[in-house]
Each structure stands twice: as structure tokens, then as C-alpha cells.
């Protein structure tokens, strides 16, 4: 389950195994992944992320700064926010990620 914490410019949902940054666009939602101070938004990617979205038949893109892997988040449609991130939490616990994790990963 997550624990909602809200904000102004953001939601922050947090679990038992990382953090999910929320913000509301029109009809679309941009989430930032956070699993122990690190974006591993590509390393899922790497890890088959996407064959478990695309099961589920829900439409997503990655956005971010070219290069800048620490700005890479996902963009889902708002009715599809609840699912994907419970998706994303399972997907984190069941996959350990921390031997990818390095500098061009991590929050500042």
C-alpha cells in the first residue's frame, strides 16, 4: 500500500521499497521513481518493466533530458496511475536493483 502524502507541485507516494513522485498534467500523470535516493527508471526498462506494462495493455512513454538519466520519468494516463505504480512497487520487489545502482542514477 502507499502512503499519500500531498503537495503543492507534487504527490508524494511512499512504500516499503521506494517512492513515487506524481504530477498531475491534463488527462496524464508524470511519475518520478525513486528507490533508495536513485531514478531506476532505465534499469527497469533493462529488467523486462515494459512486457509486464504491456500485459496489462496500459500506454506509457519515458520523458526526460537527453543524457540526463536522473530526469527520465514515466507519463501514464490518469486513470491508469493506480495500477501502473502498484506495478511499479511489485516490480521492485520482486526485482533486486541495487547492483545497478551508480552516480548517474542517483538523486541529489
Known amino acids: 500500500m502507499w502512503d499519500v502524502q500531498k503537495g503543492e507541485k507534487y504527490d508524494t507516494?511512499?512504500?516499503?521499497?521506494?517512492?513515487?513522485?506524481?504530477?498531475?498534467?491534463?488527462?496524464?500523470?508524470?511519475?518520478?521513481?525513486?528507490?533508495?535516493?536513485?531514478?531506476?527508471?532505465?534499469p527497469m526498462g533493462m529488467w523486462g518493466f515494459e512486457e509486464e506494462v504491456q500485459e496489462r495493455n496500459i500506454q506509457y512513454k519515458v520523458d526526460g533530458e537527453k543524457g540526463d538519466l536522473k530526469s527520465l520519468s514515466y507519463i501514464v494516463n490518469t486513470e491508469d496511475l493506480i495500477l501502473?505504480?502498484?506495478?511499479?512497487?511489485?516490480?521492485?520487489?520482486?526485482?533486486?536493483?541495487?547492483?545497478v545502482l551508480n552516480d548517474t542514477l542517483k538523486y541529489t
Open 84 to 99: 501502473f505504480s502498484e506495478l511499479i512497487r511489485l516490480f521492485l520487489t520482486e526485482h533486486n536493483l541495487s547492483i
Open 13 to 42: 507516494w511512499l512504500s516499503e521499497d521506494c517512492s513515487l513522485k506524481i504530477q498531475y498534467l491534463e488527462n496524464q500523470c508524470r511519475i518520478f521513481v525513486d528507490y533508495k535516493g536513485y531514478n531506476v527508471i532505465m
